[in-house]
């Protein structure tokens, strides 16, 4: 069973919002409800528990004569969003109830029918992905599309890309992909482009990679995302050091305390 | 598409999508290609990586213009000046592929001395008839075609209706002995005529009336005109943001001597790719829905002389030389299909029981007359133009006349529920209780629900099966017309009135299969590729027609995608090759790229190995390469012309690659077959803020108006409406909004009708991102939100600004989102030749805070329309 990861490639991206619709329909998700965001052509908002792939666009003031591929501007920009499926996931290691769970093809499962809609999951992710549904009250994102995996099919939003902006198969081989491709834009002038796939980082790397110009903050994607879990260590020896000083502190307290006492009691 | 058709022979793209990603550059205009045909766009995109060029000229920036390496801005309406220029630019620059335009273009033909120019004319040509308001296109020919009393009809267009039968490519049935002029130095030679006739659209024009900096558009040029030539190849895609203009058959002829000078039709990476605004409407061209052209793009009889026996009909539309000299094959085996043995030769093949065309029955020319209570009855099948169509309000109250309508739709949609949920329910000038329209509404089949045939954008038939049955009592169109045509048939066989002699003769003889009696669609396919009369076998090409009554062939162009009884080419899916040979069946003959024969030199060989696509092999002695030849296989490049006095494509010759056109090459100069000149001339729009900077004539002259008192037009200079309006759709949904607006996955990602304009616009007009606006056009106000952005941008023109306003069209009364008809600010108007209204630039007004409610809104009209100009 080969380890899978999606390669999404903004700079291939033309924003038509079929990976959304896609998932939706396969996976049998809620609108996110009919409302007009007046945030560009973005009326979906982010990734959450009814939208496991979402298109963000981004958009900056165009300049005759330049158009989005050429290589002095970007203006506007789109890029499709989904869970980073972490190596070191703080979802799966926040959760008390073992729903979340690591698949064979290395993707981060919530198993719905253990979830019990703690939310621990919610505040454990460092990318805002998982949500906690508004009337169902458990946790969903993005499934990796499992089931079709499972099938050998390719995930529903990969499938449907017209431009092959996102592109699913074997970890290495997308990141082998993904240094070429940066390579190759930077051979036509476009400097600005980077891959992010923070292996550096405490998520310890991630199955879904992608290729944005400009900063991938714009994208959502934060430059140093942080496993909480990270910290717990830290956080335990810490907890030690203090239970340990306000013991030293208390016993101190009766101590001096005592002799005090004592002394008074001599007079 | 009579803007392809007379340039090149036929209406069709001339190229397939996949093969743009062979080209060096694409241009992309009038179209916002990855929008609205996002699949097919990857080819662009192939394209774009493998290092071409590719260029946006849009008034708005799109989600085409972030993907391409240019963006010009453009006012909308203008795109003649800048097609123009271009032309301008190649022919001064001599960027032109010579060697091609000598051999496979009219550039060297020589005009009549009577021909008069838009130069000469100030935006006329000769034979301009002031009173009638047509041309008499008689002085248009070639020097030496014969005139109109020897010819035996007129030249060119038909006395009324509209241009689809000119898709053909004219009506030029003997190009007579022609004289021309290869060194193209000759005054009267059309590549002189054509190089004065541009010779005003210049880059500064382009500067000051389309709104792009003369860099900027030279740069463009440089691109464009650099991308093409022996070696290399540039595409130019386009779709009804070229169509939908009062004269957008000429702005797609300037695109199409633009690719004829730079040598790029017919060749890989090149050509003209028209994207059709849905699924099958080139079908709907081929098998037409139109009112003027039979199957095949065989012109319907008109009322008439022309049309009074069957021996005039043939000879006013058929040709001596090339293609067209089979006019009698097609049109006989066409009435073979229709009446089987009833047409004999004895009563002319039943010519005389197919109805005339009395006048303009277009979607617009009948709408009017039931708007003035001329119509009884209205079938509504896949459409919606209580939503899709201009003035909507007129649209909408002319339904309130009918005595029936009759509408097949998944969903009951605004044009089913007119008449107690439209606007004008609302603001009282329709009543439920008054309106004596009795409505059917019956529920249809959806794609995934049907089996049958798409021709898709590039002429491609591609069958599918049926994956579900319909819910409940839905049926699909075939089902529907199959059991209407039985039924209709049958009372037709009770009553013996002559009138119904046509439909006793018809051949109504479909199977049907199952519980629900569905029609089998594969008979119809096969009785479209049409079979043998003798021994009964299915027909495998065009050439096997015959004009004898022995074939039967439902659309000639079809012939050969079931080419035997079990063989249905349009059901095969093993692609072999980049052009999909092999997957489905392109017409004509399954040719990819259609006048291939110009792929390559005179000889028969190549171009240049990169770009080579068919040649002649000398050993196998024919045509052959990596598409099927589009000319005749067996026909050497060294065969003889003989159009002085040949007939056939015989007399074409080896190296002619045009070959529906009587004269076999392109034409760069459109001696006959359409309404407003042989060359196109800017005007401006019916609606304009400025006056034509080229010429006194200030819009195309043959455009009809269609004025009256419910569709007036705002005047040039209006001061009530100082804004330039343009229309257009988004990915997210699909036209008027039936199969898309009823669905909550598509409706989310675009819940409401909103507006797009500048930041500059929107603080001259006190607008506000997010809040409400109304836009006001001589006809209607709607609301929509703003949406504020910088992708929209005022144009410099003429030293003023000028503001354009974008709205998407989608939304209606009914569905899980609904907002304003856009299309209710448009006005109906006619382009001339496919009678085809002005959507992408009128004038309008745009002002802050939503419109009245009820009666209200009509008051605010009113006072909006009544302010002093």
């Not at chain 1, 030690?240 to 009766?254: D, E, K, P, R, Y």
């Not at chain 2, 009336?209 to 595409?235: M, R």
């Amino acid at each position: 069973m080969s380890v899978t990861a999606f390669l999404t490639d903004s700079t291939l991206c033309i924003g038509c919002k079929a990976c959304e619709v896609a998932c939706k329909e396969w996976n049998g998700i809620d609108d996110d409800g009919l409302h007009w965001s007046g945030f560009s052509y973005d009326n979906t908002g982010s990734v959450g528990a009814s939208t496991w792939r979402h298109v963000k666009f981004v958009e900056q003031p165009p300049v005759p004569g330049l158009g989005g591929n050429a290589g002095e501007q970007t203006s506007w920009t789109f890029s499709s969003d989904v869970c980073k499926h972490c190596e070191e996931a703080g979802c799966l290691e926040a959760c008390p109830t073992g729903s979340i769970v690591r698949t064979e093809f290395g993707g981060v499962f919530i198993q719905p029918d253990v979830c019990n809609g703690c939310g621990y999951c919610v505040t454990s992710c460092p990318f805002g992905v998982v949500e906690r549904h508004s009337k169902d009250g458990r946790a969903f994102k993005c499934t990796f599309c499992y089931d079709r995996q499972k099938a050998g099919l390719v995930p529903a939003c990969a499938r449907v890309c017209p431009t092959e902006s996102i592109k699913f198969g074997e970890i290495e081989e997308l990141r082998t992909h993904a240094s070429k491709r940066l390579e190759e834009l930077r051979q036509r002038g476009i400097h600005d482009a980077t891959v992010y796939d923070p292996r550096d980082t405490t998520v310890g790397g991630t199955h879904a990679i992608f290729i944005v110009r400009g900063d991938p903050r714009s994208y959502n994607l934060p430059p140093h995302p942080e496993v909480p879990t990270a910290y717990l260590k830290k956080a335990w020896t810490s907890s030690v050091i203090a239970a340990g000083l306000l013991l030293g502190g208390t016993l101190l307290a009766f101590l001096s305390d005592g002799k005090r006492n004592a002394r008074k009691l001599r007079r | 598409m009579p803007g392809l058709g007379t340039s090149f022979g036929r209406g069709g793209a001339t190229t397939a999508q996949q093969d743009l990603s062979n080209a060096d550059a694409i241009l992309i205009m009038g179209s916002s290609m990855a929008e609205n045909h996002p699949v097919g766009f990857q080819w662009v995109m192939e394209a774009r990586e493998k290092g071409a060029k590719i260029i946006h000229v849009d008034p708005r920036y799109t989600r085409t213009s972030a993907m391409a390496d240019v963006w010009l801005p453009l006012r909308a309406g203008s795109d003649i000046i800048f097609l123009g220029a271009l032309v301008h630019y190649v022919i001064e620059n001599s960027k032109d592929f010579r060697d091609y335009v000598v051999h496979y273009t009219n550039a060297s033909t020589i005009l009549r001395e009577d021909f008069r120019d838009t130069e000469d004319l100030d935006g006329l040509f000769s034979g301009w008839d002031e009173e009638k308001k047509k041309y008499d296109p008689e002085s248009w020919l070639y020097a030496g075609a014969p005139p109109k009393k020897e010819a035996g009809s007129v030249p060119g267009h038909s006395e009324v209706g509209g241009g689809h039968g000119k898709d053909r490519g004219g009506e030029a049935q003997d190009t007579g002995k022609y004289e021309s002029d290869p060194t193209l130095q000759h005054p009267r030679c059309i590549f002189q005529v054509l190089k004065r006739h541009f010779s005003r659209y210049t880059p500064e024009m382009v500067e000051r009336f389309c709104g792009v900096p003369q860099d900027i558009f030279l740069k463009v040029a440089e691109i464009f005109s650099s991308a093409s030539g022996p070696d290399k190849t540039a595409a130019i895609c386009y779709a009804v943001g070229w169509t939908q203009h009062s004269k957008g058959v000429q702005i797609i002829r300037t695109a199409s001597i633009l690719q004829l000078l730079l040598g790029n039709i017919g060749r890989p990476g090149g050509g003209i790719l028209a994207l059709r605004g849905h699924a099958s409407i080139q079908g709907s061209t081929d098998i037409p829905t139109l009112y003027d052209i039979l199957p095949g793009y065989l012109p319907m009889p008109f009322f008439g002389e022309e049309s009074r026996t069957l021996g005039a009909y043939l000879k006013k539309h058929s040709a001596r030389t090339g293609l067209w000299s089979g006019f009698d094959k097609y049109f006989i085996s066409l009435m073979k299909a229709y009446y089987g043995d009833s047409a004999t030769q004895g009563n002319e093949w039943g010519f005389h029981w197919l109805p005339r065309v009395t006048g303009d029955n277009s979607h617009f020319g009948y709408w009017l007359d039931m708007a003035d209570g001329k119509l009884d009855g209205l079938f509504v099948m896949g459409q919606n133009p209580a939503v899709g169509a201009s003035n909507g309000r007129l649209e909408r109250k002319a339904l309130a006349k009918l005595k029936w309508l009759v509408v097949r739709d998944m969903v009951e949609t605004e044009t089913a529920s007119f008449w107690y949920a439209s606007p004008e329910v609302e603001r009282g000038e329709l009543s439920p209780d008054s309106i004596a329209t009795e409505v059917f509404l019956f529920p249809a089949a959806g794609t995934a629900e049907k089996a049958g045939t798409f021709t898709n954008t590039q002429r491609l038939l591609q069958h599918r099966e049926k994956a579900v049955d319909p819910p409940g009592e839905a049926r699909s169109e075939t089902w529907f017309m199959v059991h209407l045509g039985r039924r209709v048939k049958g009372m037709a066989q009770q009553n013996h009135d002559s009138q119904n002699d046509p439909l006793r003769a018809l051949t109504w003889d479909y199977s049907t299969d199952g519980s629900e009696a569905e029609p089998r669609v594969e008979e119809v396919l096969r009785e479209i590729n049409g079979s043998s009369l003798v021994d009964h076998k299915q027909l495998g090409h065009i050439n096997d027609l015959k004009n004898d009554g022995s074939t039967k062939c439902g659309a000639w162009i079809y012939c050969g995608v079931f080419p035997d009884e079990s063989r249905n080419r349009a059901n095969e899916r093993e692609p072999k090759d980049l052009l999909g040979h092999g997957w489905g069946f392109a017409w004509p003959n399954d040719c990819r790229i259609i006048y291939n024969r110009a792929s390559a030199r005179p000889d028969g060989s190549p171009w240049s190995e990169r770009k080579k696509l068919v040649w002649w092999d000398e050993s196998k002695q024919e045509w052959t390469g990596l598409d099927n030849p589009d000319c005749d296989k067996k026909i050497p490049p060294q065969a003889p012309t003989e159009i002085y006095n040949g007939h056939g494509v015989e007399a074409l010759g080896g190296a002619k690659p045009f070959t529906l056109h009587p004269d076999g090459v392109g034409w760069l100069y459109v001696a006959s077959g359409l309404k407003d000149g042989p060359l196109p001339a800017h005007y401006e729009p019916l609606e304009s803020l400025i006056e034509n900077p080229l010429y006194n004539q200030q819009t195309n002259p043959v455009a009809d108006r269609k004025k009256r008192t419910d569709n007036p037009y705002a005047a040039l200079h209006d001061a009530r409406f100082p804004f330039v309006l343009t229309t257009y759709r988004l990915t997210e949904h699909h036209t008027a909004g039936g199969m898309s607006r009823h669905l909550a996955h598509l409706s989310e990602l675009q819940p409401e009708l909103f507006t797009e304009v500048s930041p500059e616009l929107a603080a001259k007009q006190g607008l506000r991102h997010g809040e409400w606006a109304t836009i006001i056009t001589a006809r209607a106000l709607i609301e929509a939100r703003v949406l504020v952005t910088t992708r929209m941008r005022p144009l410099c023109i003429n030293g003023q600004d000028v503001h354009q306003v974008g709205v998407p069209y989608h939304w209606g009364y009914k569905g899980c989102v609904t907002g304003d008809v856009v299309n209710d600010l448009l006005v109906i108007s006619e382009e001339p030749n496919v009678r085809i209204m002005e959507t992408k630039a009128l004038t309008c007004n745009i002002t802050p805070g939503r419109r009245g409610r009820g009666r209200q809104a009509l008051n605010q009209l009113a006072s909006e329309i009544g302010k002093r100009a």
